[in-house]
């Protein structure tokens, strides 16, 4: 059964915290992408990456960065967390081809107080 | 960005009845999914449509792609219960790496 795991379901951090969230699949997939997801304004493209320490932005980069070291993981950083960063984080993976399958994370959850 | 509008944005209908969910952009795709997100969980897909005018058939749900290839739409027939939950359409961008995603259509469906 095809897999992308996403590190936590529910995080609470502070404003000003650094904030890591960890991405894995299993499915080998070259393309990976975060997205955060809020009411009203649908999924939006953080960054992605389409091979190992290959990125690009997205719509919506700022405050953000990311990190792939390795195939398999991708994990998107919150340098200083505010309050508008409060949202629903999805990770998802897909082959690098326009009509294959995206595969998502379950999601995490992020309250920033 | 290659924008996609969905519409309606909320649908709360009786079980039984039938429904149709649009998504609508200025744009032309090589292809569009649906992918329906249950509360808490993340999107799953399905279905893929790539050629204009293409009708696919998944069980109650009907899919349509446009003519021209810049709509899409997800008819369901006789809606249950199970069939609640965020139904987005989503399109490759211009890179070809990641997707667009509409708003999504949220439906209710009461026994």
């Known amino acids: 059964d095809v897999k992308v795991t996403q590190s936590s379901r529910y995080l609470v951090k502070r404003t000003g915290e650094k904030v890591f969230l960890e991405c894995v699949q299993d499915m080998d997939h070259e393309n990976m992408f975060w997205y955060r997801q809020d009411p009203g304004l649908g999924l939006r493209l953080i960054y992605f990456s389409y091979d190992v320490k290959m990125k690009e932005k997205g719509d919506i980069p700022e405050g953000y960065s990311v990190s792939r070291e390795k195939k398999e993981r991708f994990s998107l950083i919150l340098e200083s967390a505010s309050t508008n960063q409060t949202s629903m984080y999805l990770c998802?993976?897909?082959?690098?081809?326009?009509?294959?399958?995206?595969?998502f994370g379950q999601g995490t959850r992020l309250t920033v107080v | 960005t290659q924008l996609l509008e969905q519409s309606p944005q909320f649908l709360s209908i009786q079980e039984g009845e039938n429904l149709t969910v649009y998504c609508n952009s200025s744009?032309?795709?090589?292809?569009l999914q649906w992918y329906r997100q249950e509360p808490g969980e993340g999107p799953v897909l399905l279905v893929t449509v790539v050629t204009g005018g293409e009708v696919k058939k998944l069980k109650r749900l009907t899919f349509q792609f446009g003519d021209a290839r810049k709509d899409s739409s997800l008819h369901i027939t006789a809606a249950q219960p199970g069939d609640t939950g965020l139904y987005l359409c989503?399109?490759?961008?211009?890179?070809?790496?990641?997707?667009?995603f509409g708003k999504g259509t949220s439906l209710l469906v009461t026994p």
């Open positions: 744009s032309v795709f090589s292809s």
């Open positions: 989503a399109g490759p961008r211009n890179s070809g790496y990641a997707l667009n």
């Open positions: 998802a993976s897909r082959y690098p081809n326009m009509n294959t399958e995206a595969f």
